[in-house]
């Protein structure tokens, strides 16, 4: 359990930003998705989610003390 606490407390900002763009990739999808054809990043909600998740854990990296 102290390991979980600390992997926590060491990657917050990450796992904050992951979180924050699992949000917005989904208000992306769900304002200016693309519901039907073949372009694949607009067209389903879950790509958009993490592909945000994705891009907010990496902008979250840069963030770190």
Do not use: H
């Amino acid at each position: 359990m102290r390991t979980i606490l600390l992997f926590f407390s060491k990657n917050i900002a990450p796992l904050l930003g992951m979180v924050l763009g699992l949000i917005a990739g989904y208000f992306y999808w769900q304002y200016y998705g693309i519901y039907d054809g073949t372009f694949g990043f607009s067209s389903e909600w879950w790509v958009n989610s993490i592909y945000g998740s994705l891009l907010g854990g990496l902008a979250g990296c840069f963030v770190r003390k």
